[in-house]
């Protein structure tokens, strides 16, 4: 009887193989194609991903335009469109003379005034204390005192910018103005679309 190639035992009548060794083999070529199967829906899906990450910062390069157009368009038509931006600025305090806080510092202000922004309006942040009293003895806690509240700790600054012609802005200001304030602006239709996109990446990072 003929040997079998693979492993030497004796092989079946007109094959170059044993029983076991062919058994082997067709196991072996199954787990080849499943590893290619998976092999090939993963370079699939690594391709789609790398399209919907294109796909996604597309989408985001044509809101900002769209944006920057809509801008241009207002002023065009109402001749008269503001911006806003905020910042907060810190204000020193004192507690039975002590001061604490930060230096008041609002030196910004003065290139912000000379580029035409002014001051829209104001709202403090204001800090509290708690003070609490201490039981012993037949009752054992904490109760509520006295409380200090009111100490304005800093200030939130609106500032406004009124544009009444293209002519007074340029593009790089709008870019800036829409990469800052790119969430507000954004339609609830463009955020679902991005959504949908960020969600499709967010789950290829996940796997």
Not at 150 to 168: A, D
Request: charge should be neutral; glycine fraction near 8%; charged fraction near 35%.
């Amino acid at each position: 009887m003929a040997k079998c190639i693979r492993c030497g035992r004796s092989a079946g009548f007109f094959s170059k193989y044993c029983d076991e060794c062919i058994d082997k083999m067709q196991e072996e070529k199954r787990n080849s194609e499943l590893r290619e199967g998976i092999a090939n829906k993963r370079k699939k899906s690594d391709y789609h991903f790398v399209d919907t990450r294109k796909e996604y910062n597309e989408k985001i390069s044509e809101i900002k335009k769209r944006i920057v157009n809509d801008i241009y368009e207002k002023i065009d038509k109402n001749g008269n469109v503001i911006f806003y931006k905020n910042y907060f600025v810190n204000i020193d305090f004192s507690i039975e003379e002590v001061c604490t806080g930060e230096k008041f510092d609002c030196n910004f202000l003065v290139n912000m005034g000379l580029d035409g922004w002014e001051i829209s309006a104001t709202f403090p942040k204001t800090k509290g204390y708690v003070f609490k009293n201490k039981s012993f003895g037949s009752t054992v806690g904490e109760t509520w005192g006295a409380g200090l509240g009111g100490i304005v700790e800093g200030m939130y600054v609106v500032l406004k910018k009124n544009i009444k012609s293209r002519s007074e802005i340029d593009d790089n200001f709008l870019e800036k103005y829409v990469d800052d304030n790119l969430d507000t602006l954004t339609s609830s239709e463009e955020k679902i679309e991005l959504q949908r996109l960020w969600s499709f990446n967010s789950n290829k990072y996940a796997e």
